[in-house]
Structures are given as structure tokens and as C-alpha cells.
């Protein structure tokens, strides 16, 4: 009963919205710190920032603990990939900084500590979790622009080639220079200088852009758009069952597997 009460007040902690409002403030606090120590700093300013390393990494520490012990069922906790996530960051970052063989892995788990805000905040879960699911169709989109690319960057470089080395050399460059168009940087420079030899080439740059920049690029916030719509109908899915009011249905599913409770243990106290 003790345990029950302790865990009832662990829950209480973490679903409290100030904690939560602490804990995504310690983690910007953290990811200012990081960018902090770019700059050249006086060393009062360079000790303070040490001091305040230690508090966040333990704060850290303490509300990975605190979820932890308000979880109801402690092994079903770490099958859970966020907290996988947040566990391993919080103790790889307890990795003294001032060892020099370990400093630089130190540092750099210190950065990813700002990732932290994605496991915090639902709706950047939400929009991870979207991104993760959408690779399988959209790898197949990029498998498609890849084969675009590689066409065009074939017809530019044995066209091209004796126009500018430079940009044309060899199908590698020109798949440079193509993404180069495909992003608009400085294409139109490109494409006229091209055009001085073919005149009409203006319909290959003009043909690629299309299908690059506007047609696959379409596709790909498509089915991430997609993916998220489906993610959030889920997670309001979850919400609803998780809030909602129980119907009589689930009364009477309830009452009937409690009989059933009822009657095997009669009949296992029924005397032989």
C-alpha cells in the first residue's frame, strides 16, 4: 500500500505541467549552454557553465527516475524507445568533460541532449514518428528522382562537356550541377550559357526543374503529410479511449469476466 502511494505521488510529479514546463526549460538551458561554449569565455563564465553542465545532467538523472518509479509497470518501461532514448543520453552524458580521452564523445552527447525536446513535447513525437514511417515510400521516390537525375546527368555531361568542363566534366559533377538547378541556385546562368551552343536546351533544364523541383518534391510532402494525418488520428484515437466515460458495454464485459473469476474459484474451493 506504501509502494502504491509513493508511485501515485511519482505519477502525480511527473504529470504535474510545471515540472513538465521546468524540464523543457532545462533542456533549452542546455542546448544554450552548448552554443556558449563556442565562444571564447572568461574563465568565471567558463566555471559557471561547468556548474550549471552537472545540475542539468543531474536533473536529468533525477526525472528519468522520477518517470521511472511513477511507471505502474516497471519492466514495460524501457520497451518503450523514447525512454531508451532519453536513458542512454542522460547516462552518457554523466561522462566527465574534463577527461581529455573521453571530452570530445562527451561534448557531443552533451549536443544531442537537445533532442531530448522531441521526447518531451507529443507533437514533435508526432512529427518524428511521421517522418520515421514515411522512409519506406519515400524511399521509393527517391529511388525514382535518383534515376532522373542520373539520365539527365548523362544527357548534360555528353552535350555539355565541351561547353564547361567545370560543370559538365563527368556524370559525378553533373549530378552536382544538376541539384544545383534542381535547388535554383544560379541555374538560369547555367542554362544560358548552354544555350549560346543549343538554343533549344532551355527545354532540358526547364523539363528537369519541372519533374525534380515541383512534381517529386510534391510527391514527398504528400506522403509525409499523409503519414502525419494518419499519426494524429491514432494519437486522438489513444487520447479518446484513454479519457473516455466507460459505456454499459464495458460494464457488462466487465461483470462477466468477474463471474467467471467467481465461479473458478468456487469450484476450485468446492471440497473433494
Do not use: C
Not at 10 to 17: D, H, Q, T, V, Y
Not at 61 to 75: C, D, G, P, Q, Y
Not at 137 to 165: C, D, K, R, W
Not at 240 to 257: G, Q, Y
Amino acid at each position: 500500500m506504501q509502494t502504491s502511494a509513493l508511485q501515485h505521488r511519482f505519477e502525480r510529479i511527473r504529470s504535474n505541467k510545471f515540472f513538465e514546463f521546468f524540464v523543457i526549460s532545462v533542456i533549452v538551458l542546455s542546448a544554450l549552454l552548448v552554443g556558449a561554449k563556442t565562444y571564447p569565455l572568461p574563465s568565471a563564465i567558463t566555471q559557471a557553465t561547468r556548474f550549471f553542465d552537472w545540475f542539468i545532467s543531474l536533473f536529468f538523472l533525477t526525472e528519468i527516475l522520477i518517470r521511472f518509479l511513477a511507471a505502474k509497470n516497471k519492466v514495460t518501461f524501457f520497451k518503450s524507445f523514447w525512454n531508451w532514448f532519453d536513458t542512454l543520453i542522460v547516462f552518457i552524458s554523466m561522462i566527465p568533460a574534463e577527461n581529455a580521452e573521453m571530452a570530445i564523445i562527451a561534448r557531443l552527447v552533451r549536443v544531442f541532449r537537445v533532442l531530448r525536446m522531441v521526447s518531451i513535447v507529443p507533437e514533435l513525437r508526432i512529427l518524428l514518428v511521421s517522418l520515421v514511417k514515411a522512409l519506406p515510400q519515400l524511399g521509393y521516390v527517391m529511388l525514382l528522382m535518383f534515376i532522373i537525375f542520373y539520365i539527365y546527368a548523362a544527357i548534360g555531361s555528353t552535350l555539355f562537356e565541351a561547353i564547361n568542363p567545370t560543370l559538365w566534366g563527368d556524370i559525378t559533377i553533373s549530378l552536382l550541377t544538376l541539384f544545383r538547378v534542381m535547388t535554383f541556385e544560379d541555374w538560369t546562368d547555367v542554362m544560358y550559357e548552354t544555350m549560346e551552343v543549343y538554343p533549344l536546351s532551355w527545354v532540358y533544364y526547364l523539363t528537369f526543374i519541372f519533374l525534380s523541383a515541383f512534381a517529386f518534391l510534391n510527391m514527398v510532402i504528400g506522403i509525409v503529410v499523409n503519414v502525419m494525418e494518419q499519426e494524429n488520428a491514432n494519437a486522438r484515437m489513444a487520447l479518446d479511449i484513454e479519457n473516455r466515460e466507460p459505456t454499459i458495454a464495458d460494464v457488462m464485459v466487465e461483470l462477466k469476466s468477474l463471474r467467471q473469476e467467481l465461479e473458478k474459484t468456487k469450484s476450485t474451493k468446492t471440497p473433494q
